[in-house]
Antibody
Framework: EVQLVESGGGLVQPGGSLRLSCAASGFTFSSYWMSWVRQAPGKGLEWVANIKQDGSEIHYVDSVKGRFTISRDNAKSSLYLQMNSLRAEDTAVYHCARAYFDLWGRGTLVTVSS | QSVLTQPPSASGTPGQRVTISCSGS????????VHWYQQLPGTAPKVLIY???QRPSGVPDRFSGSKSGTSASLAISGLQSEDEADYYC???????????FGGGTKLTVL
């Protein structure tokens, strides 16, 4: 089955760190750009970052530059998001998504609160 | 404030045709293809239309997309109760070097 499954979310204090993972299956992971997209409670979708097939090109939304790092391991068909210096406004469900978002995971909830 | 502008809400009765607009600029819709997503309550988004007007397999032909200049539209004909959802447009933005989404349109079937 073609799917993306995220993990690693949870409750973290402001200033803390968290690492999200996304396990891909059912397709050739190494052939696709991959992204992280988040959705704050009751809000719309916001693209966070993406990474090229071989990891040679990466882009971030301005609000996370310098704090978040996207990476991938094609041998493990996995996508990662290292999140540092977390803020309350980073609270959201984080989805991994393929290419132009033709495939989404269910998401993992990140809550930043003291 | 989203880079792509969508109406916050839309509505229609069963069987009607509704359209949802998505307005952008030369750096996003004007230069790149537009994609549309449907998000049913409590679920992950699902691609509805890709590359302006292409339907993935399994998406009913009641859904159609179009693009002209720096704007795009999603049309839903023969509205059904199960179409009640949030709809988002998205495009790559060459100036921002990133993906941008519309703020979303909540569709209500009366």
């Amino acid at each position: 089955e073609v799917q993306l499954v995220e993990s690693g979310g949870g409750l973290v204090q402001p200033g803390g760190s968290l690492r999200l993972s996304c396990a891909a299956s059912g397709f050739t992971f190494s052939s696709y750009w991959m992204s992280w997209v988040r959705q704050a409670p009751g809000k719309g979708l916001e693209w966070v970052a993406n990474i090229k097939q071989d990891g040679s090109e990466i882009h971030y939304v301005d609000s996370v530059k310098g704090r978040f790092t996207i990476s991938r391991d094609n041998a493990k068909s996995s996508l990662y998001l290292q999140m540092n210096s977390l803020r309350a406004e980073d609270t959201a469900v984080y989805h991994c998504a393929r290419a132009y978002f033709d495939l989404w995971g269910r998401g993992t909830l990140v809550t930043v609160s003291s | 404030q989203s880079v792509l502008t969508q109406p916050p809400s839309a509505s229609g009765t069963p069987g009607q045709r509704v359209t949802i607009s998505c307005s952008g600029s030369n750096s996003n819709i004007g230069s790149n293809t537009v994609h549309w997503y449907q998000q049913l309550p409590g679920t992950a988004p699902k691609v509805l239309i890709y590359s302006n007007n292409q339907r993935p397999s399994g998406v009913p032909d009641r859904f159609s997309g179009s693009k002209s200049g720096t704007s795009a539209s999603l049309a839903i004909s023969g509205l059904q109760s199960e179409d009640e959802a949030d709809y988002y447009c998205a495009a790559w933005d060459d100036s921002l070097d990133g993906w941008v989404f519309g703020g979303g349109t909540k569709l209500t079937v009366l």
